[in-house]
């Protein structure tokens, strides 16, 4: 009978990048739950640390806070040989910083011909820097924690990699292009390495969260004043069938399958775990 208590994973280590944000510390505090050790990395030093003590005590296991940039391969070498000294080998990796910013967001969803004789609200107001910034951390920042924290893992042939990527990978949501695109690259990546390790050990997946209401989402669903929805969230609980945003715990079922032992024969997949939005053709 197969054991369906993640025992598996009980004593292993798990980096999560961005592991101090809203999901990320959802996600480490289900890893330690389980008995894994959460590596929590993440650029805010202090919130990293204080994830990290918060759920050692709060679950009386080992949880480990670093400051890392996943945009700076030696600040990624840095903490790598920091964690394999103070904690010991690696035998997963979450890459979740990521995130959207208001200056990769253009104003308009659509331009019309009322917008004409003033287009900077539309795509041509996005900014090459800001566009960059976006990509890049959705991107790069998975890319070099990759490459920084697998080599082992193969040398080991064994590992698991989970990439975060977004609902705007299957279809790009109006106003946030860099972070669709972003998140597109994400879902093939994750398909081109699964590949690539296939023979040597290593599973590589990513999950896709529908809406969750956290910091960098809030500017575009609640309105700063009122606290109510914006048009944008009405529409988005309008097309989630379950008619809610997520709660950052709603990952994490799907968090643990991926990495345990119970998912061994999938590599290169991407779950949506969302409520059905994408399941729902809007009509
Ligand atoms: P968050 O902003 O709460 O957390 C992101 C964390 O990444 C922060 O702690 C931040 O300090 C850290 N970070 C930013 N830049 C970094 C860098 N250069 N190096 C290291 N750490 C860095 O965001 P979140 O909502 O918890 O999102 C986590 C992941 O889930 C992101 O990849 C995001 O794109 C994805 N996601 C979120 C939602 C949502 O609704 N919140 C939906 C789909 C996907």
């Known amino acids: 009978m197969e054991d369906l208590s993640f025992k598996d994973l009980q004593n292993s280590v798990c980096v999560i990048t961005g592991g101090a944000?809203?999901?990320?510390?959802?996600?480490?505090?289900?890893?330690?739950?389980?008995?894994?050790?959460?590596?929590?990395?993440?650029?805010?030093?202090?919130?990293?640390?204080?994830?990290?003590?918060?759920?050692s005590s709060e679950f009386g296991v080992k949880c480990y806070g670093y400051k890392t940039n996943v945009l700076d391969k030696g600040s990624l070498e840095d903490v790598h040989r920091q964690i394999l000294s103070e904690v010991g080998e690696i035998d997963m990796l979450i890459n979740g910083a990521g995130g959207n910013s208001p200056k990769a967001t253009t104003k308009l969803e659509q331009l019309t011909e009322d917008d004409l004789n003033d287009l900077e609200d539309g795509f041509f107001g996005l900014e090459l820097e800001g566009f960059q910034k976006v990509f890049d951390l959705n991107f790069t920042g998975t890319l070099l924690p990759t490459l920084v924290f697998t080599k082992d893992m193969v040398?080991?042939?064994?590992?698991?990699?989970?990439?975060?990527?977004?609902?705007?990978?299957?279809?790009?949501?109006?106003?946030?292009?860099?972070?669709?695109a972003a998140k597109a690259s994400i879902n093939n990546f994750t398909e081109w390495l699964a590949v690539h390790f296939a023979?040597?050990?290593?599973?590589?997946?990513?999950?896709?969260?529908?809406?969750?209401?956290?910091?960098?989402?809030?500017?575009?669903?609640?309105?700063?004043?009122?606290?109510?929805?914006?048009?944008?969230?009405?529409?988005?609980?309008?097309?989630?069938?379950?008619?809610?945003?997520?709660?950052?715990?709603?990952?994490?079922?799907?968090?643990?399958?991926?990495?345990?032992?119970?998912?061994r024969f999938i590599t290169g997949i991407c779950i949506p775990v969302d409520g059905g939005y994408s399941a729902f053709g809007g009509v």
């Open 155 to 180: 040398i080991r042939q064994r590992g698991v990699v989970l990439n975060i990527s977004s609902m705007n990978s299957y279809k790009p949501l109006t106003k946030i292009p860099a972070y669709s």
């Open 21 to 55: 944000g809203v999901l990320g510390n959802s996600i480490a505090r289900s890893l330690a739950s389980v008995g894994v050790v959460p590596v929590i990395l993440d650029i805010n030093e202090e919130a990293a640390r204080q994830v990290a003590e918060d759920i």
């Open 199 to 263: 023979k040597v050990g290593v599973r590589v997946n990513a999950l896709a969260p529908g809406f969750f209401l956290t910091n960098q989402n809030r500017f575009l669903l609640l309105d700063e004043k009122s606290g109510n929805l914006t048009a944008r969230g009405e529409k988005i609980i309008a097309n989630t069938p379950m008619g809610v945003f997520g709660e950052p715990d709603d990952l994490n079922g799907t968090v643990l399958f991926l990495l345990s032992d119970l998912s």
